[in-house]
């Protein structure tokens, strides 16, 4: 029996050959390095298990973690995705498209349901299979690209600013590299949790991030926020350019500060700046609370509600094609995203 597919155009069902034997374009990797390690090659497309959804991929996003994998540095990431070469030969993690086909034991989705979340198989390819709970329907009138680019950024913007941080109303949040794929969900996400938001940015993306609602921002070329005087109740410092004592100069006498760059050592890249914070939390008022994002389908359904009320909005800085997505890696790897980087499939 075949699989049906709707296009990326429009709802009509189009046939597509069972899936074994047949094969598909995707991105694989077979060791670590530089993008120039990813190669654009034709493998078989994956059958669906128990509890497993077939995507054709309409896009899929890409961010800092995908760099970390590709290049295997820190050499700390190895020991979970392998020691001596990536164990998952297609990169990414992010995705939205179409169901193409379900597992047994699904129920909840069907063929032509437009879907997105995250896959642990790879997702820069036509197909992904995808576990059913890892998946949520796409907000009505939501791109397949804006959706694609939610789930790892939004979800880690929301739990640091609603579990680590417990933002509320009234309060003031200050997020560095506001422009980039956390920040400016971090930023949108704050705002409605009814914070008072200052954003951190580069003078390039001074209007951008005012536009996603920040009350104030601080052009870093021009002004150092932590000699500014000014004290926040939470920070999300996603670019930790400062000293971490620098950094808590800015914050309140009980306020929060999140170290959430990834950056680091080559070996052990953030654990060194992760231990520093939690040992001085143990010596002072202040919160110091790194933290590692966990994909969940209800922050996912929270984030869909958010995106459909206006509440938020996905930032694109660059769409490339699939068989680009050596650049698009080399791009985020260079550390100056607005916003999101999605490849189209």
């Given at each position: 029996?075949g699989?049906?597919?709707?296009?990326?155009?429009?709802?009509?069902p189009?046939?597509?050959?069972?899936p074994a034997g047949?094969t598909?374009?995707?991105?694989?990797?077979?060791?670590y390095?530089?993008?120039?390690?990813?190669e654009?090659?034709?493998v078989?497309?994956?059958v669906?298990?128990?509890?497993?959804?077939l995507?054709?991929?309409?896009?899929a996003?890409?961010h800092?973690?995908?760099?970390?994998?590709?290049t295997?540095?820190?050499y700390?990431?190895?020991?979970?995705?392998?020691?001596?070469?990536p164990?998952?030969?297609?990169?990414?993690r992010?995705?939205?498209?179409?169901v193409?086909?379900?597992?047994?034991?699904?129920?909840?989705?069907?063929p032509?349901?437009?879907?997105?979340g995250?896959?642990?198989?790879?997702?820069?390819a036509e197909?992904?299979?995808?576990?059913a709970?890892?998946?949520?329907?796409?907000?009505?009138?939501?791109?397949?690209a804006?959706?694609?680019?939610?789930?790892?950024?939004?979800?880690?913007?929301l739990?640091?600013?609603?579990?680590?941080?417990?933002?509320?109303p009234?309060?003031?949040?200050?997020?560095?590299?506001?422009?980039?794929?956390?920040?400016?969900?971090?930023?949108q996400i704050?705002?409605?949790?009814?914070?008072e938001?200052?954003?951190?940015?580069s003078t390039?993306?001074?209007e951008?991030?005012r536009a996603?609602?920040?009350?104030?921002?601080?052009?870093?070329?021009r002004?150092?926020?932590?000699?500014?005087?000014?004290?926040?109740?939470?920070?999300?410092?996603?670019?930790?350019a400062?000293?971490?004592?620098a950094?808590?100069?800015a914050?309140?006498p009980?306020?929060?500060?999140?170290?959430?760059?990834?950056?680091?050592g080559?070996?052990?890249?953030?654990?060194?700046?992760?231990?520093?914070?939690?040992?001085?939390?143990?010596f002072?008022?202040?919160?110091?609370?790194?933290?590692?994002s966990?994909?969940?389908?209800?922050?996912?359904?929270?984030?869909?509600d958010?995106?459909?009320?206006?509440?938020?909005?996905?930032?694109?800085d660059?769409?490339?094609?699939?068989?680009?997505?050596?650049d698009?890696?080399?791009?985020v790897?260079?550390?100056?995203?607005?916003?999101?980087?999605?490849?189209?499939v």
């Amino acid at each position: 029996m075949g699989i049906e597919q709707r296009s990326n155009a429009g709802p009509r069902p189009v046939p597509v050959a069972d899936p074994a034997g047949a094969t598909m374009r995707a991105v694989v990797q077979h060791r670590y390095g530089p993008p120039s390690v990813l190669e654009s090659s034709e493998v078989g497309i994956p059958v669906p298990g128990r509890g497993e959804v077939l995507v054709r991929v309409g896009a899929a996003s890409v961010h800092p973690g995908d760099v970390f994998v590709m290049t295997g540095e820190p050499y700390v990431v190895r020991l979970v995705f392998g020691l001596r070469r990536p164990r998952q030969g297609i990169p990414g993690r992010d995705l939205a498209g179409v169901v193409a086909a379900v597992g047994k034991d699904v129920t909840a989705l069907r063929p032509g349901d437009e879907v997105f979340g995250w896959s642990t198989t790879g997702t820069l390819a036509e197909y992904a299979c995808v576990p059913a709970d890892h998946l949520v329907p796409v907000p009505a009138g939501l791109s397949v690209a804006d959706a694609a680019a939610v789930p790892t950024s939004a979800m880690t913007a929301l739990q640091a600013m609603r579990d680590v941080a417990n933002v509320r109303p009234g309060q003031t949040v200050l997020v560095t590299g506001a422009s980039g794929g956390v920040g400016s969900f971090a930023v949108q996400i704050a705002k409605a949790f009814g914070a008072e938001v200052t954003g951190v940015c580069s003078t390039r993306n001074v209007e951008s991030v005012r536009a996603l609602g920040a009350d104030h921002v601080v052009d870093y070329t021009r002004t150092d926020f932590t000699r500014a005087g000014k004290r926040y109740d939470v920070i999300l410092d996603n670019v930790e350019a400062h000293p971490l004592a620098a950094v808590r100069r800015a914050l309140a006498p009980t306020g929060t500060l999140i170290p959430n760059s990834g950056r680091g050592g080559r070996w052990l890249g953030p654990i060194g700046r992760i231990v520093a914070a939690r040992v001085r939390s143990g010596f002072t008022r202040q919160r110091l609370k790194p933290f590692t994002s966990v994909e969940k389908r209800q922050d996912l359904l929270t984030l869909a509600d958010l995106l459909r009320t206006g509440k938020v909005r996905p930032v694109i800085d660059r769409t490339y094609s699939l068989d680009r997505a050596p650049d698009a890696l080399r791009y985020v790897g260079a550390g100056h995203t607005r916003g999101k980087v999605v490849i189209t499939v």
